[in-house]
Nanobody
Framework: QVQLVESGGGLVQAGGSLRLACVASRSIFNFNVMDWYRQAPGNQRELVAAISSRGSTSYADSVKGRFTISRDNAKNTVSLQMNSLKPEDTAVYYC?????????WGQGTQVTVSS
């Protein structure tokens, strides 16, 4: 079992930055993939960014060049640096981990970008 706890959400003006963090309850060294998803009201949950155990990253087209995902195995943490935020980035952001065939989710953190 893995618990994931997100932090760092909040209210920011368009063009601003936020850094989200997700701390796992145990070592993430062998976690296959860690991701950030988001879900806006009335929308389906969508994949924002992912990072593999080897550090390979991928991003949704809508955030490429603005968001950066990283992981710190020593701190059991995956982070999402979000720059040049837009109102359409407003959503609940969820951390997720794929571990040995199972998928775990955090409780989510709200990000609101005002215009």
């Amino acid at each position: 079992q893995v618990q994931l706890v997100e932090s760092g959400g909040g209210l920011v003006q368009a063009g601003g930055s936020l850094r989200l963090a997700c701390v796992a309850s145990r070592s993430i060294f062998n976690f296959n993939v860690m991701d950030w998803y988001r879900q806006a009201p009335g929308n389906q949950r969508e994949l924002v960014a992912a990072i593999s155990s080897r550090g390979s990253t991928s991003y949704a087209d809508s955030v490429k060049g603005r968001f950066t995902i990283s992981r710190d195995n020593a701190k059991n943490t995956v982070s999402l640096q979000m720059n040049s935020l837009k109102p359409e980035d407003t959503a609940v952001y969820y951390c997720s981990a794929a571990v040995s065939g199972a998928r775990y989710w955090g409780q989510g953190t709200q990000v609101t970008v005002s215009s």
